[in-house]
């Protein structure tokens, strides 16, 4: 049996890595359809085809694990999913809203018959895409201040759906880096480099903040042990962000067998973001207010639904790494039947 004090630190940490993945996979494909071009003419077009191919096999698949993240709060931690979902209702809506303009616009955009509906599809998974990167960022913010009604927590609210929008435009533009080639993968070069420099100004605005409105996360991280000992991972973050810029910058000259390296790069600033906001609450799972032994349910029911979890969750990670395998390499055009 284990130990009923476990069931819920172990059930955060599955939670933890599915909003991660989810982060990361999503986060790209949901950048691609940001960066869409809307102009109509024949090599937009074709710009926009491949661009939606190179998400084609896996966009619908990497939403996989907001579900799973989502399923895990309702079933692991019931409280904290009812005050979530209370506070957060208006932007949950938004998010499935752009989520269903991606999935019907995705499928429209090929079976239309002219070009003139077509490019009027390809508009609507862009707007869907950027709704759905806004509404995240913006819940995010409420989530890191506790959910506080007020001018300036709706305010950072609206800075993290501009940050968390221009991460996701970041790591999309390195997957085109990393699916495409000729011009599209010059132009991905130059969308990487400018979205970098505005989720690096984004990051140190909302630590700034983050800090300064926490007297608790400013004293774990400047007055605390383990505190210091993380202090590397924004400096590790920084520094990947300029390594990033001068490859890019060589990248508009040439750019040889390192078209991974961008993709890679981002994805550790990810996990590097991802820890210092886990490190910043933890054991709260609910800034403030909940943390992850209040809001757990029952450990009996935990401990059942920790047997299902260990067989789906690694089910999931290995038919994602085989989708990727089986797909890898750049775009090809997308058959639809």
């Given at each position: ?160 759906a501009c940050c968390v929008t221009a991460a996701y435009t970041y790591i999309g533009a390195s997957w085109l880096i990393l699916k495409t ?41 400047l007055q605390n042990i383990y505190g210091i000992l993380l202090l590397p991972v924004p400096l590790v973050c920084l520094t990947l962000f ?36 886990a490190f910043s609450f933890y054991p709260y799972i609910i800034p403030k207010q909940l943390t992850i032994w209040e809001a757990a349910s ?40």
């Amino acid at each position: 049996m284990i130990n009923a004090d476990t069931l819920p630190v172990i059930f955060i940490g599955l939670m933890g890595l599915a909003v991660l993945i989810y982060a990361v996979l999503d986060g790209y494909d949901l950048g691609v359809g940001i960066l869409l071009p809307l102009s109509q003419d024949a090599v937009h077009e074709q710009q926009r085809d491949t661009m939606i191919a190179s998400i084609g096999p896996f966009w619908d698949a990497n939403e996989t694990w907001l579900v799973l993240a989502i399923g895990l709060l309702l079933i692991a931690f019931p409280k904290a999913y009812n005050t979530v979902l209370f506070a957060l209702y208006l932007p949950v809506t938004l998010l499935i809203t752009g989520l269903i303009l991606r999935g019907v616009a995705f499928d429209f955009r090929a079976k239309v018959g002219t070009l003139y509906l077509k490019n009027i599809w390809d508009k609507i998974f862009k707007a869907g895409s950027l709704l759905a990167s806004l509404s995240q960022g913006y819940m995010l913010g409420l989530y890191i201040v506790g959910f506080e009604q007020s001018l300036e927590s709706t305010l950072f609210a609206v800075t993290s759906a501009c940050c968390v929008t221009a991460a996701y435009t970041y790591i999309g533009a390195s997957w085109l880096i990393l699916k495409t080639e000729g011009t599209l993968q010059q132009n991905a070069v130059q969308w990487t480099r400018k979205s970098g420099w505005l989720m690096v100004v984004g990051v140190i605005l909302v630590s700034l903040v983050n800090l300064w409105i926490s007297p608790d996360i400013f004293d774990r991280w400047l007055q605390n042990i383990y505190g210091i000992l993380l202090l590397p991972v924004p400096l590790v973050c920084l520094t990947l962000f300029w390594i990033n810029d001068r490859l890019l910058k060589r990248m508009s000259t040439t750019i040889n067998n390192t078209d991974w390296v961008p993709f890679a790069n981002i994805t550790l600033i990810f996990v590097l973001c991802f820890v210092g906001l886990a490190f910043s609450f933890y054991p709260y799972i609910i800034p403030k207010q909940l943390t992850i032994w209040e809001a757990a349910s029952a450990p009996e029911s935990l401990e059942f639904l920790f047997w299902g979890a260990i067989f789906i969750i690694p089910t999931i990670l290995l038919y994602t790494l085989y989708s990727y395998r089986v797909f890898w390499g750049k775009a090809q055009p997308l058959d639809y039947y």
